[in-house]
Nanobody
Framework: VQLQASGGGLVQPGGSLRLSCRAS????????AGWFRQAPGKEREGISC????????YYLDSVKGRFTAYRDIMENTLYLQMDNLQPEDTAVYYC?????????????????WGQGTLVTVSS
């Protein structure tokens, strides 16, 4: 079981990035799949979760309307489209596979983690 995250980088405020998280060793659609981030000196926080069925849920009010999480079944890959990025979005972003059947914002509810990809928003 492996999750490989990519797509981070340096972007100016107002810019966009799309993060990818390719799963191997399991079928991503059978599990809830979450995106988290951790800024320097802060705890890891849940951003969103793609459900096993249809749809995604978002846990941070600050990203609602700007971030979109979705899953490509054929590619077995999780995505996070991030638009109108702001300096406060600077963090290491992680993808993770849920342990159970329901989505959760709690990192303890996730079993397998990608390695993280750094997003820096700065002018």
């Amino acid at each position: 079981v492996q999750l490989q995250a990519s797509g981070g980088g340096l972007v100016q405020p107002g810019g966009s990035l799309r993060l990818s998280c390719r799963a191997s060793g399991f079928t991503l659609g059978y599990y809830p799949a979450g995106w988290f981030r951790q800024a320097p000196g802060k705890e890891r926080e849940g951003i969103s979760c793609v459900k096993t069925g249809v749809g995604s849920t978002y846990y941070l009010d600050s990203v609602k309307g700007r971030f979109t999480a979705y899953r490509d079944i054929m590619e077995n890959t999780l995505y996070l489209q991030m638009d109108n990025l702001q300096p406060e979005d600077t963090a290491v972003y992680y993808c993770a596979r849920g342990s159970g059947v329901d989505c959760s914002a709690d990192p303890q509810s996730y079993r397998n983690w990608g390695q993280g990809t750094l997003v820096t928003v700065s002018s």
